[in-house]
């Protein structure tokens, strides 16, 4: 299962999954990092996360 974690949380969940055998990626991993709004990101992860975790 592949996870996008937004901003409002911090990084540890994202690693905390990818170490347990998930893609999960921060939104400070994107190429604006934490500055990415939700209408601004890349269709590509948008579309390729099955799940977005936010508070």
Same mark, same amino acid.
């Given at each position: 299962?592949?996870?996008?974690?937004?901003?409002?949380?911090?990084?540890?969940?994202?690693?905390?999954? !990818?170490?347990?055998?998930?893609? %999960?990626?921060h939104t400070l991993d994107l190429?604006? #990092?934490?500055?990415? !709004?939700?209408?601004?990101?890349? %269709?590509?992860?948008?579309?390729?996360?099955?799940? #977005?975790?936010?508070?």
């Open positions: 299962m592949k996870f996008l974690v937004d901003a409002q949380l911090p990084k540890r969940p994202s690693l905390y999954l !990818s170490n347990h055998g998930h893609h %999960a990626i190429p604006n #990092k934490n500055l990415t !709004s939700d209408a601004n990101q890349p %269709a590509q992860h948008k579309d390729d996360y099955n799940l #977005k975790i936010s508070p």
